[in-house]
């Protein structure tokens, strides 16, 4: 049986010329980029260009790009860092749409006495800037908005949040996970002052991620140690893998997909399948995200069904994967429990073909078909 892959806001595949830098990272570069003998000083090499490819790629000086082990790392360092490192009383901003890796830092912060505002969306996954300026009071030290949402795919409006930052002299975290790779980002564009980005949602390895602080920008220590990564993350660096995040910054830049066969799956899926219907807006969003509810399905039995058919997809977020409680995006937007369990996020990426989504439908049809009848006979 031949499987097709249809779950890259998960995670993606290593792109061979990423495999390629990485190997040759590890037999050849084995030194620690803190070591200033000749084995170190050439891992320090490799890992500045990788600095410096990273930091081109989402318009960033060099020095303001700091290296993690992935997002959660990245979104810990940005939230925690910037509460911590204000005066009491302290106020941050959030939205209800958000990642578990900024939401869990800061129910953190409320743990420790830090008030937090979770902003309301509507029914199209948007945060509109206006509930954010009307969110803000005089203790606010922190604005995190994601860019574009893992579930829905759906790219939030950051340059006016930013502005509305700004003018309030609020620093703007932008948890940019998954927007890095499928839409053009410059943070300097968009008025961030900390963006959070991870390698293996663009082709490279699991494990490395990097957060632009713009200079200028107070943070606390999260974590303890020695002065890697100019004091705000302590540990000797994972070489290879942030070589690997160098090469697929540069293999990424300008090869953007466009949208096409995330489209040709939504409109045969709307006309060949009852009672479906797209979740959130179907607008601004990510050109490969899809989030289709299926009436009368249970979605973790529908991911089941397709794997067996050869397709993986799934239920919404990989960190939230085997969750009780239904998915706290597609409820944030207003849908009921029932039917946000019986929603299925379709995320593509460059190796998606026309002919796998065309087959993908065919296997969505067969699959609801069986379910829906077993259900009725249950």
């Known amino acids: 049986m031949r499987h097709f892959y249809f779950d890259h806001n998960a995670t993606t595949p290593v792109a061979p010329e990423v495999l390629e830098a990485v190997s040759s990272c590890l037999g050849q570069v084995y030194g620690n980029a803190s070591s200033i003998h000749y084995f170190g000083q050439l891992a320090k090499q490799r890992l500045e260009a990788a600095r410096r490819q990273v930091s081109e790629f989402i ?9 993690t082990s992935g997002g959660t790392e990245a979104n810990n360092i940005a939230a925690l860092g910037v509460a911590r490192a204000a005066s009491s009383p302290r106020h941050v901003i959030t939205s209800a749409i958000e990642h578990p890796a900024v939401l869990g830092p800061c129910a953190q912060l409320e743990r420790e006495g830090v ?20 969110a803000l009071r005089p203790e606010t030290v922190l604005i995190s908005i994601m860019h574009a949402n893992n579930e829905l795919g759906t790219i939030q409006p950051i340059a006016e949040i930013a502005r509305i930052a700004h003018a309030a002299d609020i620093p703007l975290h932008v948890d940019g996970v998954q927007a890095l790779g499928k839409i053009p980002v410059n943070v300097r564009e968009l008025g961030a002052d900390l963006y959070s980005v991870s390698g293996h949602k663009l082709y490279a390895p699991k494990g490395v991620g990097a957060l632009y602080v713009r200079k200028g920008i107070a943070l606390a220590g999260v974590a303890f140690g020695g002065h890697h990564e100019r004091d705000r993350r302590p540990g000797t660096e994972n070489v290879p893998g942030i070589v690997g995040f160098g090469a697929a910054a540069r293999l990424a830049s300008g090869n953007f997909m466009d949208g096409a066969l995330r489209d040709r799956l939504e409109a045969a899926v709307l006309e060949r399948i009852s009672g479906t219907g797209v979740n959130g807006s179907r607008g601004n969003r990510t050109p490969n995200t899809t989030n289709i509810q299926f009436d009368a399905i249970d979605g973790e039995a529908m991911v089941i069904a397709l794997d067996l058919r050869g397709f993986a997809v799934s239920t919404g977020s990989a960190c939230s994967s085997g969750a009780i409680t239904p998915s706290h995006v597609l409820t944030a937007i207003g849908l009921s429990a029932d039917r946000a369990r019986s929603s299925i996020r379709f995320s593509l990426g460059h190796s998606n073909t026309a002919e796998q989504v065309d087959e993908l439908v065919e296997a969505l049809e067969a699959s609801v078909a069986h379910l829906r009848r077993i259900s009725v006979h249950a």
């Open 115 to 134: 008030q937090v505002t979770r902003v309301r969306v509507g029914s199209s996954g948007v945060v509109d800037p206006a509930d954010v300026r009307q």
């Open 59 to 67: 318009g960033c000086a060099p020095a303001e790009l700091i290296f």
